[in-house]
């Protein structure tokens, strides 16, 4: 089966969860806006991370 360049509903899910853990966002407003399954991944993810936070990067300071 070819997906033609498209990413899973996974995918996104848990893109935008790491995403608002690593910017410190607890409950971003712009979730409402999710479809409904890449809500639930999201969702998932977000409890997965905040169960793994070694997997949420710090930044680093420079110099």
Request: charged letters at 20%; glycine letters at 6%.
């Amino acid at each position: 089966m070819q997906k033609l360049g498209y990413l899973p509903e996974e995918v996104y899910g848990y893109a935008l969860a790491k995403f608002a853990s690593e910017h410190g966002e607890a409950n971003p407003a712009w979730t409402k806006h999710l479809s409904t399954n890449v809500r639930n991944y999201y969702d998932r993810s977000r409890r997965w991370l905040a169960r793994n936070p070694v997997f949420i990067a710090t930044p680093k300071p420079i110099g």
